[in-house]
């Protein structure tokens, strides 16, 4: 008999850019934070991301490091960001900000701030 094949779920990862901004957001914090990824109804196109600092991991939390940050997402979102991409880019006048790259959404809304 042969063992049942398990499924990795790949998660959400950061680039080194996005890993050195969070740390920045992170100096000084007395706890130990982490970057969460999650998604909520919300937008013109359905979906939003909710990206912020936390500090309280779930046992069903996708847990990925990269550069000694961490990234979360809960397992009810995990689902719709699997393989995305978290960069941090500063493009002068432009802004700067967090940006994902998304392999599952389908869609998004003009304005940027919703995917389907």
Do not use: W
């Not at 990795?8 to 920045?24: F, H, N, Q, Y």
């Not at 599952?104 to 940027?112: E, K, P, V, W, Y």
């Amino acid at each position: 008999m042969t063992a049942p094949e398990t499924t990795r779920i790949e998660g959400v990862k950061l680039t080194s850019d996005a890993a050195a901004k969070v740390k920045t957001l992170m100096d000084g914090e007395q706890t130990d934070y982490f970057l969460r990824l999650g998604v909520k109804r919300a937008g013109c196109s359905g979906f939003a991301y909710d990206m912020f600092l936390d500090s309280v991991m779930d046992p069903t939390d996708v847990v990925n490091e990269t550069d000694g940050v961490r990234v979360a997402v809960d397992a009810q979102s995990v689902e719709m960001v699997e393989g995305a991409v978290i960069d941090f880019k500063d493009d002068g006048l432009q802004g700067a900000g967090f940006a994902i790259d998304n392999p599952t959404a389908t869609g998004g809304c003009g304005c940027g701030k919703s995917f389907s």
